[in-house]
């Protein structure tokens, strides 16, 4: 795919805000039409609002990723305006606050609502868009995943973010990463690219602002697999340096 996204339709989930609006900002920059999608409108509105200041074609979409109603009224939306879609990120996410107790200690309920986001929120909007991404000659998915889902380095005592066992976050990285894979193998014939994207340690509400990485930089290997060419990877996990082990 041409650095040059003119013409080019990308949906970003919960892109009102963090990583999701930086992504919508980088690829609006390089020429694509932006649909900012958000649970709430109204935020949703005030983002492209701020887009569209930079002269970007930003749109406002309302779509809750835990309310199928909202998503299938998302792509009858796009398409009905455009007839296709190129790029589709799935940022949104969620981290409870129930999750930072040891494993053994998280509530069952705490599990039930972050899979119902992280994981079955994910594959909600990517099989409710897959027909249209189809119609694309460049369909693009980034899953928005976690160096906290990779099973190697949770595994190793001195990885960097080894204190971080949050059971629910963690293993809904994982089966992302996972959804990711088994995704990539279905469409390995067709002109898809799907991947996993690690952003790092990033500040945004998630994590309280607490990540030394800026937005700027959390989005960068988002976008890159947003964009990759014809003959880009296809059911990888990466971070801006290379590849993340599973």
Avoid at 82 to 97: C, E, P, Q
Avoid at 156 to 168: G, R
Wanted: cysteine-free; overall charge negative.
């Amino acid at each position: 795919m041409s650095e040059d996204l003119k013409g080019k339709v990308a949906l970003i989930t919960g892109a009102n805000k963090g990583i999701g609006y930086e992504i919508a900002r980088q690829l609006g920059s390089k020429g694509a039409t932006v649909l900012v999608a958000s649970r709430d409108i109204g935020r949703g509105e005030e983002a492209a609002n701020k887009l569209r200041l930079s002269e970007i074609d930003a749109r406002t979409i309302q779509l809750d990723v835990i309310d199928q109603k909202t998503i299938d009224s998302a792509r009858e939306q796009i398409e009905s305006e455009f007839g296709k879609l190129d790029i589709l990120v799935n940022n949104a996410g969620i981290l409870s606050d129930g999750d930072r107790l040891p494993p053994s200690q998280v509530d069952i309920e705490t599990l039930r609502h972050t899979y119902e986001t992280n994981v079955f929120g994910v594959f909600a909007v990517t099989k409710a868009l897959l027909p249209l991404l189809n119609k694309s000659k460049v369909g693009r998915i980034v899953n928005l995943s976690s160096g906290l889902g990779s099973l190697t380095q949770n595994s190793d005592p001195n990885y960097e973010f080894a204190d971080f066992k949050l059971l629910a976050y963690n293993s809904s990285k994982t089966a992302v990463n996972a959804i990711t894979v088994l995704l990539a193998a279905e469409l390995k014939d067709t002109p898809i690219k799907i991947n996993a994207v690690d952003p790092g340690f990033t500040a945004t509400d998630i994590n309280q602002y607490q990540g030394y990485r800026t937005v700027e930089q959390g989005a960068i290997a988002a976008v890159r697999l947003a964009t990759l060419p014809d003959d880009g990877f296809s059911g990888g996990f990466f971070d801006e340096n290379g590849v993340v082990p599973w």
